[in-house]
Every structure is written in structure tokens, then in C-alpha cells.
């Protein structure tokens, strides 16, 4: 971002939560998800390395009724959108379900690349500027759960929505709701959304923190944690039962950085709270979008949970911590 203002089992734990179906959810305190145009110069350093962002809806599967994902702000214009000189951006939103949906390996990864639109094709949409949209919802479906791709790991039917920029170099910022109402924000109990890269726009006040929860599952041992264009805009701290508040290595302008740590015995089968935190001085990043993805040891993506699993995980001052291993 160049824009500177100065101053300044799995699914067991899944409890249903009334909070939790928006995306970006609650705990998470992000204003908008963030997805720009893929056309024109393919201007990375304003904060999305390859214009396209996928997630993933778990569906309980005792759960029948029908349900349908809802878009806020689908268009790319108007009041909440980034405008690159004038608008001249299209958004796809694309759902899949069915067979190969979630399980086929290149919808879970980084890159729009490969066969990463696996599964069924269930309902696209291609918004430009559009004011009827502008500011307000559209609602995909009625979806029969069934039509997601079932999967035991989770014991549930799971859609995907893929959002990409088919042209221009406008910023698209844009939230989903999994609902049971056609025209209202009503919970699908049990349901749960995730990601394996996350793409999202920053708070412009210094005071409101932006979280992610990534799952240590029992195979974990060290992760190792990538972001793109932070900006060097403050830190990004991580906090578990086990963890008071660790730093890891931030990206500045258009650039990569990675690093890596040990997982701790007590973190196994919880979440871990990666907090982003804006710098008070010398100056204050406007705008910024930022891009974080976290893998195991088996160079695994992980998924970042909108209803982390096991709660928002506290740092509990009275365990012993062991790195496992030792």
C-alpha cells in the first residue's frame, strides 16, 4: 500500500455460536475481506498477490434445511470499494459443491492455479459498478446441503466460494453471510467458514485489532507463517494458552516474508490468535490490505477457522509449557 497518512474430533468442537456465521465473523474484528481486479498492469502493491480468494462452508450434517450464501457489497464501486484512477473492475463470485469441491488439493491452496475450480458449479455472478448493490446484500441459492461435497474430516457438506477480479485494478471489500433466509442474516446452527489464505482489509484506527485463528491439529509440530504487503504497518503477535504474545516477521511494501516456529504440547487441538496491530508512530498505513497463509512442517496449509476452534484462545500463566518433541 502506498497510500500514507501521517502521524502516526474436528467438527466436535464446532459449537454453534450466534455470531459466528458472517464473514469475516466477530472475534475476528476484520472490516472486509479484500479481493482486486486481475486486469490491467496487475498491480500487486496496493495488497492482493493474485486476485482471487477462497472459502470454504461447512455444513453440519445432520443439518437439512436449505441455506443460501449471502454477499455484502458485491459490486466493485461506491462507497466502500478502492478506486485505482476510475472504475473499470468485474468480480466473479463462483459456488461449487459436490465431488472434488473441497478434497481435490488445488482448492486448498495459495494460488489460483491447476484444477483449484474442482467440483460442481452451483450458481456464478460477475458484478461491475452497480449501485442497486452498492452497500447492500445479494443472496446465492437456496442450496440443499446435500449438494455440498461431504466430508468425514469434518462430518459435514462443504461448499466453496471463490471470489476473483476478471478486470481493471479497483479494489473489491465485501463480507459473505451463510444464512437460512433468502433476505435475511439468519444462522445455519453448527456451520462454520474457512480459509487457507486470507485476504483482508486493515483497520484505518489504531485501536481496533484484527485477529485469525489458525487449528493446530495433532500433526503439528512447527508452522511456518507467510504475509504479503503489511507495509510494515506495527506487528503481527501471536497468542495461545501456551504463547503470551509472540512476534513474527512482517512484509513491507509488495514483498513476501516468512517464519517460522515450535508448537507447544498444550496448543494441540486449539487455535492459535494471530493478532495484527497497527504501529501509533511515526505514521499511520490508510488502506491496507494484507495476505497471510500459515503451513505445518509438511509444508500444509492450514485453515484459519471465522469460529475458532475451542474458543478464542488466553494465554493461561499457570502451565508448564514443553515443546513437543523434547
Not at 498491480?43 to 450434517?61: A, H, K, N
Not at 462507497?79 to 473441497?102: L, V
Not at 485494478?169 to 487457507?196: C, H, K, M, P, Q
Request: charged share 25%.
Amino acid at each position: 500500500m502506498k497510500r500514507v497518512l501521517l502521524i502516526l474430533v474436528f467438527l466436535g468442537l464446532l459449537v454453534p455460536d450466534f455470531y459466528g456465521q458472517p464473514v469475516p465473523a466477530r472475534d475476528e474484528n476484520i472490516p472486509y475481506l479484500m479481493t482486486f481486479g486481475g486486469g490491467g498492469k496487475r498491480e500487486t502493491s496496493w495488497g492482493d498477490d493474485d486476485f482471487s480468494q477462497t472459502f470454504f462452508f461447512v455444513i453440519p450434517e445432520e443439518f437439512t434445511d436449505p441455506v443460501y450464501i449471502r454477499v455484502f457489497d458485491p459490486d466493485i464501486g461506491g462507497e466502500i470499494d478502492e478506486i485505482n484512477g476510475y472504475w473499470d473492475t468485474e468480480i466473479e463470485y463462483s459456488i461449487y459443491g459436490g465431488k472434488g469441491a473441497y478434497s481435490d488439493p488445488d482448492a486448498r491452496e495459495t494460488q489460483p492455479t491447476g484444477n483449484y475450480r474442482s467440483g460442481t458449479l452451483l450458481a456464478a455472478k460477475t458484478f461491475g459498478e452497480d449501485a442497486y448493490f452498492d452497500n447492500n446484500w445479494y443472496t446465492f441459492g437456496p442450496f440443499n446441503p446435500s449438494e455440498g461435497e461431504y466430508t468425514e474430516k469434518y462430518q459435514g457438506h462443504i461448499f466453496k466460494i471463490i471470489t476473483e477480479g476478471k478486470g481493471g485494478d479497483d479494489g473489491n471489500l465485501y463480507r459473505y453471510f451463510l444464512s437460512t433466509s433468502f433476505d435475511e442474516n439468519i444462522d445455519v446452527e453448527g456451520a462454520n467458514a474457512f480459509t487457507y489464505e486470507y485476504s483482508f482489509r486493515m483497520w484505518n484506527t489504531v485501536d481496533n485489532i484484527s485477529h485469525i485463528y489458525p487449528f493446530i491439529d495433532e500433526e503439528c509440530i512447527s508452522v511456518k507463517q507467510e504475509n504479503f504487503d503489511w507495509d510494515n504497518d506495527g506487528v503481527i503477535r501471536v497468542v495461545s494458552v501456551a504463547r503470551k504474545g509472540q512476534l513474527v516477521k512482517v512484509s513491507g511494501e509488495d514483498e513476501f516474508v516468512e517464519s517460522e516456529f515450535n508448537i507447544f504440547e498444550e496448543e494441540v487441538g486449539k487455535s492459535l490468535d494471530f493478532q495484527f496491530i497497527k504501529q501509533r508512530t511515526p505514521f499511520v498505513v490508510i488502506n491496507n490490505n494484507v495476505v497471510i497463509s500459515v503451513r505445518n512442517q509438511y509444508g500444509e496449509l492450514m485453515p484459519f477457522f471465522t469460529i475458532p476452534i475451542g474458543g478464542v484462545p488466553k494465554y493461561k500463566y499457570n502451565i508448564k509449557v514443553r515443546k513437543i518433541g523434547q
